[in-house]
Nanobody, 121 residues
Framework: QVQLVESGGGLVQPGGSLRLSCAAS????????MAWYRQAQGRERELVAR???????NYEDSVKGRFTISRDNSKNSVYLQMNSLKPEDTAVYYC???????????????WGQGTQVTVSS
């Protein structure tokens, strides 16, 4: 069984920084794409950043220049460095992975449990 476990959320003042981590565990054959999504209260879940297994990255416009996504394929992990945080970044952040487990014939979409990020003075 595959699991994604996030860590690193918390309360930070505007202008501050946080680093989110997510590790995938279980019987994993291959991870294709890893990403971070977020969902603010009363809003739909949105893509924040994604990174492919060859290192190609995409960012949501409002986080460009402030957030950096990276991954460590040897650890099946993805990270999100968040700088210059704003109150509007407040949300539950979810780790996502498109991966194939040992028991599957094709890729599946997996989610972590979410970690709260609150930006407030």
């Amino acid at each position: 069984q595959v699991q994604l476990v996030e860590s690193g959320g918390g309360l930070v003042q505007p202008g501050g920084s946080l680093r989110l981590s997510c590790a995938a565990s279980g019987s994993i054959y291959s991870i294709y794409v890893m990403a971070w999504y977020r969902q603010a209260q009363g809003r739909e879940r949105e893509l924040v950043a994604r990174i492919t297994n060859d290192g190609s990255v995409n960012y949501e416009d409002s986080v460009k220049g402030r957030f950096t996504i990276s991954r460590d394929n040897s650890k099946n992990s993805v990270y999100l460095q968040m700088n210059s945080l704003k109150p509007e970044d407040t949300a539950v952040y979810y780790c996502n992975a498109l991966l194939r487990s040992d028991s599957e014939r094709g890729p599946g979409n997996y989610w972590g449990q979410g970690t709260q990020v609150t930006v407030s003075s």
